[in-house]
Structures are given as structure tokens and as C-alpha cells.
């Protein structure tokens, strides 16, 4: 089969090179000229898990219509603000029928979709559409250490196709039919990352962490069911194994960028440093609308979007949130 990957960053060329060792031709599309020719010509991406060699069977283009041309699928891994601008450049050249996947995490600001539902309204045909979601840093996924992750769609028949097409020796996945709760943890466990990357810089212990982790978790479900989720979906793999991976690990953009702030510094300087979106930044505002909306509490992804936006204090906001009323858990 031939794969198209749109985006060509570290989650994209993770699983570029994934669906390489299966055997796929795999087509990127990179937005940047000097990625696609470096990947075409000497089957590495120069900036982006530099480590990794393609096989020839893996080449890359800016050009849509040569990366689309008769695959037998798409996967999309841009970073979530870029995925409605992508998808309408795309729009001309996608078939009808062609399974999409996404990968991206994210809820649109403004609309409160999610990332399907912008695919969806642009490329139509919504039932091809899956969204893969877990604890999936790229870094490992690129070299071959063991992970899981669960994909999701309103068809099943296209979330075991996807299943079929991603797994493997190392990449065990799971499909389940609850594409809103799927979608809403990868949103929201990057802000609760960044909320803990917060308590690294500010130099507090496991117990402060456990207890945010929790807590966080409980607010994501909060807001899940409330949107039409499942809040089983919040004890899986796109909810609490993600959580755990986004929070803890040493990969994390979402966590580092919160250990930034922590310290005193600033998201501008952080992503200006890495050449990394962090999605939970984008997420804050997006998931703070739609509890609005929902006329939820989200006392956490408050906090953070005070420290991120409005040059809040992170010890004062943690001081604060301590001081909040007593209540059952």
C-alpha cells in the first residue's frame, strides 16, 4: 500500500518510519522545502529525530498533489492549529473513500471542534475518519521501544483498518468506538502536563505531582461527559496512559514548557528554543472555551491559562488552588 503522512516533524517521521519497516511506500508532505529534500535524498529528516533512516521506499514533497496521488491512505500529523489550513489545501486532491487518520491533539479555538470534526467538515465523508491517540512520544516510537495506543472511529471497520495498518511487534493498538473521549484526552492531558512541568520548576515533590496527575484526570473526565464522552475512555490508554507519559517523561514538550514557567520563563522562549508547537498551550484556550460552554470547572486548566496569558504567579496559583474550599472527591 502507499501511505501518505502529512507533516513531517517528530511524531510525523516516528511513524513515517513505522509504516517503513511494515513494508509501506510512505509519502510525506513537509512544509519546509530543505525537510523534503533531505528526506528524498538522504532518507533522513535534518531537523526531527535526526537519528532515524528512512528506507527509498519513503520519500517527501511540499507538493500535495504528488504526496496524494493514489494512496490508500492518509495519515495527518501537523500541529493542531494548522489542521483546518491544511486540510482545505488538501481538499482537491483527497478521494472520497480514502481512510484518514489523525493524530494530531487539539480542539479548535473558536469552534470547539475537534480535530475529526475539521476534517470532516472540509474533506467530508466522516466516516472514514479515525483519530489515533496514547502514550506515544515519538522519540521512542522511532526506536522501536514498546508502546500501545488505541484508535478510535465511529466505523469500526475503519478503526481495525487503521489497527491493521499501525500494528506491530512494538506497536500494539487497541480500537474503541468513543472518538469524543478519545479526542478530548489528548486535548486536555496537555494541559495538565504543563500544570505539572509547573510543579518541577517550582521544585515541588511526588506528592504534589500525584495529586495534580489525579486530580487533572478527574477534571478531563469532568468535561468529557459533559461533552458526550464515555468517562471509561479517561482509564485507558488515551486517557490516563497518555496522562502518566505526558506529565512524567523527559520527552515531554507540554511538561518542559511547565518546568519553563515554573522557573520564570515564558512560552515565546521555550518554543522559540525547542522549534516545537506545544499543543498544551494552544489546548488551554480552546478546552477553557469549551468548559464555558459546558458550564464545567476546570479549576487546573484555569490556573494554568493564568500563568501562561495573564502573567499570573505559578507559586501564588498554586497557593491558591491549596486554598480552595473543601470539597468530596
Same mark, same amino acid.
Given at each position: 500500500?502507499?501511505?501518505?503522512?502529512?507533516?513531517? =516533524?517528530?511524531?510525523?517521521?516516528?511513524?513515517?518510519? /513505522?509504516?517503513?519497516?511494515?513494508?509501506?511506500?510512505?509519502?510525506?508532505?513537509?512544509?519546509?522545502?530543505?525537510?523534503?529534500?533531505?528526506?528524498?535524498?538522504?532518507?533522513?529528516?535534518?531537523?526531527?529525530?535526526?537519528?532515524?533512516?528512512?528506507?527509498?521506499?519513503?520519500?517527501?514533497?511540499?507538493?500535495?498533489?504528488?504526496?496524494?496521488?493514489?494512496?490508500?491512505?492518509?495519515?495527518?500529523?501537523?500541529?493542531?492549529?494548522?489542521?483546518?489550513?491544511?486540510?482545505?489545501?488538501?481538499?482537491?486532491?483527497?478521494?472520497?473513500?480514502?481512510?484518514?487518520?489523525?493524530?494530531?491533539?487539539?480542539?479548535?479555538?473558536?469552534?470547539?471542534?475537534?480535530?475529526?470534526?475539521?476534517?470532516?467538515?472540509? $474533506?467530508?465523508?466522516?466516516?472514514?475518519?479515525?483519530?489515533?491517540?496514547?502514550?506515544?512520544?515519538?522519540?521512542?516510537?522511532?526506536?522501536?521501544?514498546?508502546?500501545?495506543?488505541?484508535?478510535?472511529?465511529?466505523?469500526?471497520?475503519?478503526?481495525?483498518?487503521?489497527?491493521?495498518?499501525?500494528?506491530?511487534?512494538?506497536?500494539?493498538?487497541?480500537?474503541?468506538?468513543?472518538?469524543?473521549?478519545?479526542?478530548?484526552?489528548?486535548?486536555?492531558?496537555?494541559?495538565?502536563?504543563?500544570?505539572?512541568?509547573?510543579?518541577?520548576?517550582?521544585?515541588?515533590?511526588?506528592?504534589?505531582?500525584?495529586?495534580?496527575?489525579?486530580?487533572?484526570?478527574?477534571?478531563?473526565?469532568?468535561?468529557?461527559?459533559?461533552?458526550?464522552?464515555?468517562?471509561?475512555?479517561?482509564?485507558?490508554?488515551?486517557?490516563?496512559?497518555? $496522562?502518566?507519559?505526558?506529565?512524567?517523561?523527559?520527552?515531554?514538550?507540554?511538561?518542559? $514548557?511547565?518546568?519553563?514557567?515554573?522557573? =520564570?520563563?515564558? /512560552?515565546?522562549?521555550?518554543?522559540?528554543?525547542?522549534?516545537?508547537?506545544?499543543?498544551?498551550?494552544?489546548?488551554?484556550?480552546?478546552?477553557?472555551?469549551?468548559?464555558?460552554?459546558?458550564?464545567?470547572?476546570?479549576?487546573?486548566?484555569?490556573?494554568?491559562?493564568?500563568?501562561?496569558?495573564?502573567?499570573?504567579?505559578?507559586?501564588?496559583?498554586?497557593?491558591?488552588?491549596?486554598?480552595?474550599?473543601?470539597?468530596?472527591?
Amino acid at each position: 500500500m502507499r501511505i501518505a503522512v502529512i507533516g513531517s =516533524g517528530s511524531w510525523g517521521s516516528a511513524i513515517a518510519w /513505522l509504516l517503513d519497516t511494515k513494508g509501506y511506500e510512505v509519502r510525506m508532505w513537509a512544509r519546509e522545502p530543505e525537510i523534503a529534500e533531505s528526506i528524498t535524498t538522504t532518507h533522513r529528516n535534518p531537523i526531527y529525530l535526526t537519528d532515524i533512516v528512512f528506507s527509498e521506499r519513503v520519500t517527501a514533497s511540499i507538493d500535495f498533489a504528488y504526496v496524494l496521488e493514489g494512496v490508500d491512505a492518509i495519515v495527518m500529523v501537523t500541529p493542531s492549529i494548522g489542521v483546518r489550513t491544511t486540510a482545505e489545501a488538501m481538499h482537491s486532491y483527497v478521494a472520497e473513500d480514502t481512510p484518514i487518520v489523525i493524530l494530531s491533539k487539539g480542539i479548535e479555538s473558536g469552534t470547539s471542534y475537534l480535530m475529526t470534526d475539521i476534517l470532516a467538515e472540509v $474533506l467530508g465523508n466522516p466516516t472514514r475518519i479515525a483519530a489515533l491517540s496514547g502514550p506515544n512520544h515519538a522519540e521512542e516510537v522511532g526506536r522501536g521501544v514498546p508502546s500501545a495506543t488505541t484508535v478510535a472511529a465511529n466505523d469500526p471497520d475503519v478503526a481495525h483498518f487503521f489497527a491493521d495498518l499501525f500494528g506491530c511487534d512494538f506497536f500494539r493498538v487497541y480500537t474503541n468506538d468513543d472518538l469524543i473521549g478519545v479526542e478530548l484526552c489528548g486535548a486536555g492531558k496537555n494541559v495538565i502536563a504543563i500544570a505539572c512541568g509547573i510543579l518541577d520548576g517550582l521544585g515541588f515533590g511526588d506528592n504534589t505531582k500525584a495529586s495534580l496527575m489525579t486530580r487533572g484526570l478527574a477534571e478531563m473526565a469532568r468535561l468529557g461527559e459533559a461533552t458526550g464522552a464515555d468517562a471509561r475512555t479517561y482509564m485507558g490508554l488515551a486517557g490516563m496512559g497518555d $496522562l502518566i507519559v505526558t506529565c512524567t517523561s523527559q520527552h515531554s514538550r507540554n511538561r518542559g $514548557l511547565g518546568e519553563e514557567l515554573g522557573r =520564570g520563563g515564558s /512560552l515565546s522562549a521555550y518554543e522559540e528554543r525547542t522549534q516545537m508547537v506545544v499543543e498544551g498551550a494552544v489546548a488551554c484556550c480552546s478546552i477553557a472555551e469549551l468548559a464555558c460552554e459546558k458550564d464545567v470547572e476546570v479549576p487546573l486548566t484555569r490556573a494554568v491559562y493564568s500563568i501562561l496569558y495573564e502573567g499570573a504567579d505559578a507559586r501564588e496559583v498554586m497557593h491558591a488552588l491549596m486554598m480552595r474550599p473543601q470539597t468530596s472527591e
